[in-house]
């Protein structure tokens, strides 16, 4: 049984930066992991994806200010997320999927492996 489990949110000052982490258990597959995030009364969205060799793809709404990474002999990923703005605060989730996408997709419904999420607030 596959599990993600998330870890790194808080609370921090717009322009801040926090980093997230998700470790993956269960599964010598991981492929393509992806970040989401969903803000009260909105649709879950997507922030960013990385496959297993290292391609990355990322909203436009992060570009330039988050960076994901993964080591894929320990089935991790971590989401940098630098120069944080109040419209970055929401539930972040860490998924997986067995299937290697090029690019890194960034359909929610590609992925079949979800953590519980995990808070950031940013505060101005």
């Known amino acids: 049984q596959v599990q993600v489990t998330e870890s790194g949110g808080g609370s921090v000052q717009a322009g801040g930066s926090l980093r997230l982490n998700c470790v993956v258990s269960?599964?010598?597959?991981?492929?393509?992991m992806g970040w989401f995030r969903q803000a009260p009364g909105k649709e879950r969205e997507a922030v960013a994806a990385?496959?297993?060799?290292?391609?990355?793809s990322y909203a436009d709404s992060v570009k330039g200010r988050f960076a994901v990474s993964r080591d894929n002999g320990l089935n991790t990923s971590s989401l940098q997320m630098d120069s944080l703005k109040f419209e970055d605060s929401a539930m972040y989730y860490c998924?997986?999927?067995?299937?290697?996408?090029?690019?890194?997709?960034?359909?929610?419904?590609?992925?079949?492996?979800w953590g519980q999420g995990t808070q950031v607030t940013v505060t101005v």
């Open positions: 998924a997986t999927t067995h299937v290697d996408y090029y690019p890194p997709s960034l359909d929610t419904s590609k992925y079949n492996s």
């Open positions: 269960g599964d010598t597959i991981s492929r393509t």
């Open positions: 990385i496959n297993a060799p290292g391609q990355t």
